[in-house]
C-alpha cells in the first residue's frame, strides 16, 4: 500500500483532474503534492522529529520556526 501524499504541515494533498488529449479525450490524472520526509530537531524537547513536509511547507517552518509550527499543530490535535 502507497503512503499517504499529504503535508503533515500545510495539510496538502493530491488534486485531481483531467488529462485531455487534443482530440479532446479525457483521461482521470492526479497532480502530487511535493512531499518528502525531513528531520527537524526541537530544541525544546531536546529530540529530533521526523515530518512529511511540501516545499510550502518547509517554507512556512523557515518563516515561523519549527517551534511554534509543532505548538500550532498540537493546538490543531495533531500526534508530534
Known amino acids: 500500500m502507497p503512503m499517504s501524499n499529504i503535508c503533515e504541515v500545510t495539510g496538502r494533498k493530491p488534486a485531481f483532474g483531467n488529462n485531455i488529449s487534443h482530440s479532446h479525450r479525457k483521461t482521470r490524472r ?3 503534492p511535493n512531499v518528502s520526509k525531513h528531520r527537524f ?3 525544546s524537547e531536546k529530540r529530533w ?3 512529511k513536509v511540501s516545499a510550502k511547507g518547509l517554507k512556512t517552518i523557515n518563516k515561523h520556526g519549527i517551534e511554534k509550527v509543532v505548538a500550532r499543530m498540537r493546538r490543531e490535535g495533531k500526534k508530534i
Request: hydrophobic share 55%; proline share 11%.
Open 49 to 51: 522529529i521526523t515530518m
Open 41 to 43: 530537531w526541537l530544541p
Open 30 to 32: 492526479r497532480w502530487n
